[in-house]
């Protein structure tokens, strides 16, 4: 069993995404990210960075005591590694794999993520901030849409780096993108968007919550945390 230390955002969706399409079974545990629940020290324990998601395997691998992994990139390389699934067993098509999941952590998630803040949830409107971070969420869009030219998937078959990419590309309105302008990854994103694992793993999304606008105090705990302030 898979305990998913959960809540519906765009890295959060990566996990379920996964488990979804493995069938493998597992247990949402909400973490009300908006209320706080990340700081919770039962929550620190199994991820100190104080973000969601993160899992605890009570079944690893050669048995032992439960192993508990933070960080989605991490856990979708534990998890593909665990199963044998989504990702080639072969060094260089795991190494193309990893670098485009890495590619995903580094720029496509961080960038995508500054976008949001900037044109969303920021109190001051700052046009060169929301300027400059819808560029560069066009200029990644590019990057994903020249690298599917020619392929079904980001590395032929469907693996953990589509399931990283794909659901950060799911909120592109928002992000003042259009897929028409980037008929590659269009396709891609349609194509993702139908599996029945990806139909199940956001409808359980909405079951945890439902997307509402986030309240003052929200973005309070979300953007006003330090060291010494939590």
Known sequence: MIDLYYWPTPNGHKITLFLEEAGVEYR????NIGAGAQFE???LRIAPNNRMPAIVDHDPVGGGEPIAIFESGAILLYLADKYGKFIPADIRGRTETVQ???WQMGGLGPMLGQNHHFSGYAPEKIPYAIDRYVKETNRLYGVLDRRLEGREFVTGSYSIADMA???WIVPYERQGQKLEDFPNLKRWFEAIAVRPATVTAY??????SEQKPMTEEAKKILFGQTAAKR
């Open 28 to 31: 949402i545990v909400p973490v």
């Open 41 to 43: 020290p039962d929550f």
């Open 100 to 102: 485009w999941l890495m």
């Open 165 to 167: 990419a794909y659901p």
């Open 203 to 208: 409808a359980k999304g909405a079951e945890v």
